[in-house]
């Protein structure tokens, strides 16, 4: 059995998918910005996608910039907004959870002269509206708070976070690369000012996403050319991927959600049965295919490796830090110990993930931490805390 279970580093291509990408990749290949037949259908074929995008999360078509994914747009807002500033604000404010590319952009702003205050979260990997609220200071320009963390899958209320936001006057971003069709969105009644977007955690095509901006919002562009997407992202437009990334949005139907959801909360409740485990973030407000536990006593790399070799995907941390041996930091934020961060494995469901294939799942990790742990030399006599004291 081959059963990939990483769903939230990336989907495998829906059929349908491929279906209404093909065309543009074969006799539709027209550049958008020509004036013919061929630029013309291939400039159809995206503004019809900006639609299609803008209309699930309740935005104006010109709301929506294709970039060449979650990295991107997260970068340009950020970065975009931060260089916008023009009456001496220069604080940002982000949480401890963000994807590297959002710590990673702020990081880089604070070395050209931006203070940024990275917040807190709870034991479930949730920032406290009132401590965003005390942290917006008169400099303060933006707030990034993810709307669904990808490594534990919580989801976060950014409602409040918005709300909060709008009434001081402070941009909102939010990145939604994870919960996108999976959690509904609406960026009018959530108050958002930017949301970044990707086609490939959704059965859509790597090396696509979208940005929001909402109209009025100003950002410097990061890259300059023939002004492409309304002067804020030149370069000529990946077609077929935004034509795939649009037919994506709406795939997942309330059934397969429903049905995804019933196999988390089942697997769930049978990792748990194994003793010395738990669960990591929220155990209702969560991504409805997430699973993530902490095997106490075992090394995550090793069950991973284990799994992989009888055919199961699964993940520790996020993948793009999986190379690293630093402990994710994610699972940090929410207080764990560093062994036990360790130990923990991230099961990313999908719509296409059957019962078959997670009860085969079950009882391949029953096995394999039942071998792990026989060998473990933590079990044997070692102080093993599960959270770090100090931190809550
Ligand atoms: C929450 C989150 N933000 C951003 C990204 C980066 O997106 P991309 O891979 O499209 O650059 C990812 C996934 O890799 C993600 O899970």
Redesign the pocket.
Known sequence: MQIYLDN??TTKLAKEVKKAMEPYLDEMYGNASSLHKWGREARKAIEKSRETIAKSINADAGEIIFT?????S?NLAIKGAAFAQKDGKNHLIISKIE?D??LNSSKWLEKQGFSVTYLDVDKYGIVNPKELQNAITDKTFLVSI?HA??EIGTILPIEKYGKICREKGVLFHT?A??SFTKVPIDVKVMNIDLM?L?A??IHGP?GV?ALYIRNGVKLIPWQHGGGHEFGKRSGTENVSGIVGFAESVNLLTKEEKDKMTELRDYLTAELLKLPETHLNGHPKERLSNNVNISFHFIEGESLLMHLDMRGIAVSTG???SSHSLEPSHVLLAIGLKHEVAHGSIRFTLSRYTTKEEIDYTIKQVNEVVGILREMSPMKKGMKYDVVDEHHH
Do not use: F, L, R
């Open positions: 939230g580093a060449s994914g979650g990295t991107e997260n994807h590319c959002v993810m963390n990808n990145d690369c994870q970044t990707n490939h955690k790597k996403g996020s993948a793009c």
